[in-house]
Nanobody, 126 residues
Framework: QVQLVESGGGSVQAGGSLTLSCAASGDTRRRNCMAWFRQAPGKEREFVSS???????NYADSVKGRFTISKDNEKNTLLLQMNSLEPEDTAMYYCAARLWGDLESYCTNDYAMNYWGQGTLVTISS
């Protein structure tokens, strides 16, 4: 069993920064895809960023250049550094992982994720 637990959300003013963390437990040592998704109230869940293995990253156009995804393998933790935050970034942010199968083809698709965290709320005020 794999568990994902997000932390680091909060309320900041536009232009500020936050770093989200996703602590993973269980058998996640094999090559994997880990990703961040977000969902605002009344809106569809959307892809934010993902990392395949330790180096191949993907970003939604809306966050490219502002967000950085990375892994701290020593701590088995996924990170999302968010800079220049905008009110449009306000959402519940979810950590997700795909641990088997065709990782390369599905590392940005929510329906392909095998595990999900509980979410951490990010609120950006203007």
């Amino acid at each position: 069993q794999v568990q994902l637990v997000e932390s680091g959300g909060g309320s900041v003013q536009a232009g500020g920064s936050l770093t989200l963390s996703c602590a993973a437990s269980g058998d996640t040592r094999r090559r994997n895809c880990m990703a961040w998704f977000r969902q605002a109230p009344g809106k569809e869940r959307e892809f934010v960023s993902s990392i395949l293995g330790d180096s191949t990253t993907n970003y939604a156009d809306s966050v490219k250049g502002r967000f950085t995804i990375s892994k701290d393998n020593e701590k088995n933790t996924l990170l999302l550094q968010m800079n220049s935050l905008e009110p449009e970034d306000t959402a519940m942010y979810y950590c997700a992982a795909r641990l088997w199968g065709d990782l390369e083809s599905y590392c940005t698709n929510d329906y392909a994720m095998n595990y999900w965290g509980q979410g951490t709320l990010v609120t950006i005020s203007s």
